[in-house]
């Protein structure tokens, strides 16, 4: 099990974490579902990846109470960090992303990889 412990928590490097950790567990789910073009792939990915679906995949969590109060407050964290401007998406829209990806960060470097897994089967399930 992987656990480790930061010098200094910035929710960005939660984030930024969160962000590979994420995209991998899409990516083995849409490979195992049988997509297997390249090109396929990557669109595909889009409706899970791009801030506009964490988004969104975000507030279906938090609607149907999926998520810990302790989750909630991890996003929280993520979401108020300062962080760079985006092309692709609105100020609100990239940073509840940047939240999302701040609990998929943190709960990676907490080890805490079924939760992860229970977040992401979540999600591809609905």
């Excluded at 930061?6 to 997509?35: C, F, H, Q, T």
């Excluded at 909630?72 to 100020?91: E, L, Y």
Aim: aromatic share 10%; with cysteine.
């Amino acid at each position: 099990m992987l656990v480790m412990v930061m010098k200094s928590e910035n929710p960005l490097v939660m984030a930024y974490m969160g962000d590979a950790v994420y995209e991998l567990y899409i990516r083995e789910y849409l490979i195992k579902s049988g997509i297997c073009k390249a090109g396929d792939l990557q669109k595909s990915s889009l409706d899970y990846v791009s801030a506009k679906s964490q988004r969104k995949h975000l507030e279906r969590l938090e609607d149907e109470s999926f998520l810990t109060e302790e989750e909630i407050d991890i996003v929280k964290w993520g979401r108020n960090a300062k962080g760079a401007k985006t092309k692709h998406a609105d100020i609100v829209t990239y940073r509840l992303a940047t939240g999302f990806e701040a609990l998929i960060g943190k709960l990676y470097f907490e080890g805490k990889i079924e939760r992860i897994k229970d977040i992401v089967n979540f999600i591809v399930g609905g």
